[in-house]
Each structure stands twice: as C-alpha cells, then as structure tokens.
C-alpha cells in the first residue's frame, strides 16, 4: 500500500470514528437535555439548567463521546487538510437525520431530505480528491511553515 493509499485510509477510518462519536454524543445531548427539560433564559432559570446538567449522567456520557470526536479530529487534521476532513465529516449529517427519525421519532420533510442529499453529494465529490495537498514532512534542510516548538 503506497502513501497515498495509506494516507485515505486512516483519515478516512478516523472520519468515521469522528461521525460515531459526534453522532452519537449529540444523540445523548439531546436525550439528556430533554431529561432535563426546557431550559429558561434568565438567571435562575440558567442556573437550575447547569445544576440539573451537572447532575445528569446522559450528559456527561455524551461529553466523552464529544471530546472522542474532538480527539479524533485533531488526529485527522494533523495529517490531513482540513478542507478534505471537514467536508469528507459532513456525512454524519445524513446519519444524524437518519437516527433524528429512528431514535428521536422526528419527522423530516422533503426540503431537509434534499440538503441533505446536497451535502451527501459534496462530500462524494471531496472523497474523489487526495487527503493532503501539501507535505508534512519536509525535505532535509529545508524550512517548515510550522510554528517552532521550544524544547
């Protein structure tokens, strides 16, 4: 497997471990918010909403699976373009309106349906295209654009 090849693959495994994770952690956001109830906008109100969040472990299950995506995304974006990463992630948007339908049992009219079949097609097009456009490892000698790290 030359480079290239090995270079898809891996960004590609890590995009979908960033859809699982997002996907997943803004599915139990959403379920521990809606545990929680409407949350008011004034002071108190604000601050029943923290303390109630504070408490509620769907929350706090679905912030590990956020700072998973997190962790994951800056892992793809150390070795590849960000303009290749986030549109290639953009996927997740099909499964998260899917799983909106078969977990959350919302319904999604035609118009939503369309954007997301829209978004699908970009990210088919951006999978057509290398992962990196430029080297990260420099030539020997030669200076980099990264910023130096003191030691």
């Not at 995009?15 to 997002?22: F, P, Q, T």
């Not at 706090?60 to 290639?88: E, H, K, Q």
């Not at 939503?112 to 990260?136: D, E, N």
Request: hydrophobic share 50%; with cysteine.
């Amino acid at each position: 497997m030359n480079h290239e090849h090995r270079l898809r693959f891996k960004t590609l495994v890590m995009v979908l471990l960033m859809v699982v994770c997002a996907n997943t952690g803004d599915l139990l956001l959403k379920r521990g918010m809606t545990q929680i109830g409407e949350v008011r906008i004034s002071p108190a109100g604000l601050w029943q909403g923290l303390l109630a969040t504070i408490h509620n472990p769907t929350i706090w299950l679905a912030i590990l699976f956020l700072l998973g995506f997190t962790l994951c995304y800056m892992t793809a974006v150390s070795w590849a373009d960000y303009s290749y990463v986030m549109p290639a992630g953009a996927f997740g948007y099909a499964v998260q309106t899917f799983l909106a339908i078969v977990v959350l049992h919302e319904t999604v009219n035609a118009k939503r349906w369309f954007g997301v079949m829209a978004i699908c097609i970009g990210v088919l097009l951006v999978g057509q295209t290398k992962p990196s456009t430029t080297s990260t490892v420099p030539a020997e000698g030669t200076p980099t654009n990264r910023a130096a790290v003191p030691s």
